[in-house]
């Protein structure tokens, strides 16, 4: 099952809450006859590549379970313990002593507000009745899980890999068969079932190589410096893995904006890097200033060693899209403060509001001169989820790192080896993006009417999301110059405010909470990313149908009306 790298992740009598540690003292118990391994699993079966399930172990400090002296002394141990099925010496794995990174580890975007959502979504089909018949989701940037249908000429050349006997129907267009001919050809056995090269299949990272000599006019990418990988996400911990190191106030910091996308502040917590929040200016569209990265790198001098400044453009969850400028005086920055730049450009398709434009942080960089082209190091990080694509399920993505030293590109290239590869029907997707139909082919027409249209649909969405918002008395909100998010500030009464911190939650979880309870529409609280003191923000993502999306925004400005009077 190498193809989709699916395992299984059976946790034998993993607590759900810290266990009471209790040591045996009796040393002679009666040995109980075994119970058969079956019984020994309870229902907590993940299903995960194996790799990753043994990762994740290793993460919860477990490894000595695969010792085979451990194995056999917890066969005693159970021999021992298990009279009446009283354990006597409690869990290795509690959470006392579990790995404390881990702990504080959040993650907002599938926090509790969606586990909330989930358990509604069941009252509702056992009919419990609500105020609302379905729960909308608008609470992470899935766009097929909001209804956006798949772009055709993709998923005929992912099933043309998956399924090579369907080469020979009529059905498929000669161009998808050709990519499908040449993508097989690539893999071992030619089949997309077989692991690939760690740094992803060859001919594929080339592929990206010239995909992004021709996205930044002609300046040059080298497949050497392309890894694919399992969704950005995947090659941007691997990147801050390889940057973290020190102890105390040598630690590496990791600048990350604020609001931010949360995957930074987990994976930082997770590694137990020292996190430095740069504001975003909401007065001026959530732009980035160099002063307020300058304030935050000084201060955190006091404490840590700032070695890396991430940034998001376009922004998630802000949606604001950095001008040219702006990117050459973060560059500029970098270059002065000695940082590795990370550059996460995931929504790099996604660019609505007029004047705006995506430029990449590689293109600015070599158009800044050999000054900064040959010494700013910089890894940029591309996704097969956003844009018009939207296949978040697929896992396909792509870094291209840039001044890299030789000695720890070879570490970094040990270090994705550890893994195998990442997902081949992934990495097959990720060709198909960055080599779409070319205008003399037969699937150019369709392609570009999809494309076009997921895309305008989108700019339609953005535009009609901040002009709603900005009707509500109590709602302000930006222009969704990009990305697939809003993130408007809302004005909240004292009394709300104390309502909440009474319920012992934070003021834009309850709003959240209670719009999901009264209206059935899930999204994020802005605290869940960061905000400066004193305000509150929801993230909500453009992404439902516009039909849908119109409901949504009339049930937010009732609610907003209805929650403001009920508290003034
Ligand atoms: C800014 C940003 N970076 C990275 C990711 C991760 O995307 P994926 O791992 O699906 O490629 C997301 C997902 O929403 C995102 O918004």
């Known amino acids: 099952m190498s193809m989709n790298r699916i395992g299984f992740l059976l946790l034998f009598h993993l607590e759900p809450r810290g266990a009471g540690g209790e040591v045996n003292t009796r040393a002679e118990q009666t040995p109980a006859p075994l119970s058969p391994p079956e019984k020994l699993v309870t229902a907590d079966t993940v299903i995960c590549s194996c790799t990753a399930a043994f990762q994740f172990l290793l993460n919860l400090n477990v490894s000595q379970f695969f010792s085979p002296f451990r194995y056999q002394s917890s066969v005693w141990h159970r021999r021992k313990t298990a009279v009446n099925g009283v354990s006597h010496r409690g869990k290795v794995l509690t959470l006392d002593s579990m790995n404390p990174n881990v702990k504080r580890v959040e993650y907002a975007v599938r926090g509790p507000i969606v586990q909330r959502a989930v358990q509604i979504e069941k009252e509702l089909k056992e009919g419990v009745k609500k105020p609302f018949t379905e729960v909308i989701k608008a609470n992470i940037g899935d766009a097929h899980a909001m209804g956006q249908k798949p772009i055709t000429f993709l998923r005929q050349v992912l099933a043309l890999c998956s399924y090579p006997e369907l080469l020979e129907d009529n059905m498929f267009p000669e161009d998808a068969k050709k990519r499908a001919r040449r993508i097989l050809e690539s893999c071992g056995g030619h089949s997309i079932g077989a692991y690939s090269a760690s740094q992803g299949i060859e001919c594929i990272r080339q592929d990206v190589a010239r995909y992004i000599e021709r996205r930044d006019g002609g300046i040059p990418s080298s497949p050497d410096n392309i890894y694919l990988s399992t969704g950005a996400s995947d090659a941007i911990v691997t990147m801050l893995k390889l940057l973290v190191c020190g102890e105390g106030r040598s630690r590496t910091g990791v600048m990350i904006s604020i609001p931010q996308y949360p995957l930074y502040s987990a994976a930082l ?231 909440a911190k009474e319920e012992g939650q934070v003021p834009d979880m309850y709003y959240c909470m209670r719009l999901l309870e009264e209206e059935g529409i899930c999204l994020v609280p802005g605290s869940g990313f960061g905000q400066r003191e004193g305000t509150f923000h929801f993230r909500m993502t453009i992404l439902p149908p516009t039909e849908k999306l119109k409901v949504v925004l009339q049930k937010i400005r009732e609610f907003h009306l209805r929650f403001t009077q009920e508290f003034s």
């Open 269 to 499: 917590a997770d590694l137990g890097a020292v996190q430095i929040s740069y504001y975003l200016d909401e007065d001026k569209c959530w732009s980035l200033d160099v002063a307020e990265l300058r304030r935050a790198l000084n201060a955190a001098r006091q404490h840590c060693n700032p070695r890396v400044l991430c940034i998001i453009n376009p922004g998630n969850p802000t949606g604001q899209v950095q001008s040219r400028q702006c990117i050459e005086d973060v560059i500029r920055f970098a270059k002065e403060e000695h940082l590795f730049l990370m550059a996460d450009e995931v929504y790099q398709d996604n660019v609505y509001a007029e004047g705006c434009k995506f430029h990449s942080f590689k293109k600015v960089l070599f158009e800044m001169g050999p000054e900064y082209s040959s010494t700013v190091e910089m890894a940029s990080f591309h996704s097969t989820s956003k844009c018009y694509m939207g296949e978040c399920g697929f896992r396909g993505g792509y870094m291209e790192v840039i001044n890299m030293d030789p000695e720890v590109k070879a570490q970094l290239t040990k270090l994705v080896s550890v893994r195998l590869c990442p997902p081949v029907p992934g990495q097959a997707l990720l060709d198909l993006v960055v080599n779409p139909p070319q205008p003399d082919e037969p699937s150019y027409t369709t392609f570009m009417k999809e494309r076009t249209a997921v895309l305008a649909a989108l700019a339609e969405k953005a535009r009609l999301t901040e002009e709603t918002f900005n009707t509500v008395p109590g709602i302000t909100c930006n222009p969704v110059q990009g990305a697939m998010y809003t993130f408007p500030r809302i004005t909240l009464p004292q009394k709300a405010i104390d309502k």
